[in-house]
């Protein structure tokens, strides 16, 4: 009985699909309220989200080789690489799309113009996720250790690393790509990709003594510590649906890879200054 309440909305039912009857009485407040019968609805093309019934459950492989050397009894010096891979994890993909026609190197496909063509044509585009996301991560990470001895101590690291992937997540990034039936032509940069990172850290201690000038400065612990990094890399876009896939925001100028854009390198510095004093009796 409720389907008169949604008869006549255009909501997307068929001619049909529900039956053509007053709304129920004796139901308490009616919000509602048209005359009958009222006429089918028109069905629009919808677009509509599916999954792909066989979605696996993404994983990773993960790998570290690392050697460390002893330089002083005090001083370590390792130097290691790191592997991170990412596999079948989901994307989104619109699998309702005609054949591709290339258009000044592009290709194109211009659905609005070629409804026809569309492999179903109950409706306009089916955005399925699929298991095609892919990405790695290298790093090498060079890393320098010395334990508190002779009023100091301290640990600093260098990474170098490269995150690449394509089928971006489909939270934090534009989950299509640019050419949704070639996924591999959207490999590029992640936005995860930072190639170097320099981070120090460290705790100095001024010596204490009887003499004035020890008296004076002494026992001050200086604890710095600081983070440098190149920045981080962004999609360039034409801001318009250019191959007519029905998705905008995911095109590129032509011969622009993704996430070629690199942006500011950042410098985050902390410091912290303390002394002990003694208390006594």
Do not use: C
Request: glycine content about 8%; proline content about 9%.
């Amino acid at each position: 009985a409720a389907a008169a309440r949604f008869r006549g909305q255009n909501f997307g039912f068929p001619p049909g699909a529900l039956p053509n009857v007053p709304p129920p009485a004796g139901l308490g407040n009616q919000v509602w309220n048209s005359p009958s019968p009222i006429p089918d609805s028109v069905f629009p093309p919808q677009t509509i989200t599916t999954a792909d019934p066989e979605l696996p459950t993404p994983y990773s492989q993960q790998a570290q080789l690392t050697v460390e050397r002893a330089m002083t009894s005090d001083l370590s010096l390792s130097l290691g690489y790191l592997l991170n891979r990412g596999v079948k994890y989901p994307g989104l993909r619109n699998t309702n799309l005609p054949s591709a026609i290339v258009v000044n190197g592009r290709p194109t496909y211009n659905i609005n113009a070629r409804r026809n063509e569309l492999p179903d044509q109950r409706i306009a585009i089916n955005n399925r996720f699929e298991p095609i996301g892919q990405s790695t991560y290298h790093a090498m990470v060079l890393n320098a250790t010395k334990r508190f001895s002779r009023n100091f101590q301290f640990n600093g690291s260098w990474t170098y690393s490269h995150s690449i992937d394509f089928i971006p997540d489909a939270i934090f990034d534009i989950p299509f790509t640019q050419d949704q039936l070639n996924a591999r032509d959207d490999r590029g940069n992640s936005l995860q990709d930072q190639r170097h990172r320099v981070a120090f850290s460290g705790v100095f201690v001024t010596p204490s003594g009887s003499s004035l000038l020890r008296r004076a400065f002494g026992n001050f612990s200086i604890a710095p510590i600081a983070t440098l990094g190149t920045g981080f890399f962004y999609n360039i876009n034409t801001g318009t649906d250019s191959n007519g896939d029905g998705q905008t925001g995911n095109d590129r100028p032509l011969g622009v890879g993704r996430n070629t854009f690199r942006g500011d390198s950042t410098l985050n510095y902390d410091l912290r200054i303390s002394r002990t004093i003694q208390v006594a009796e």
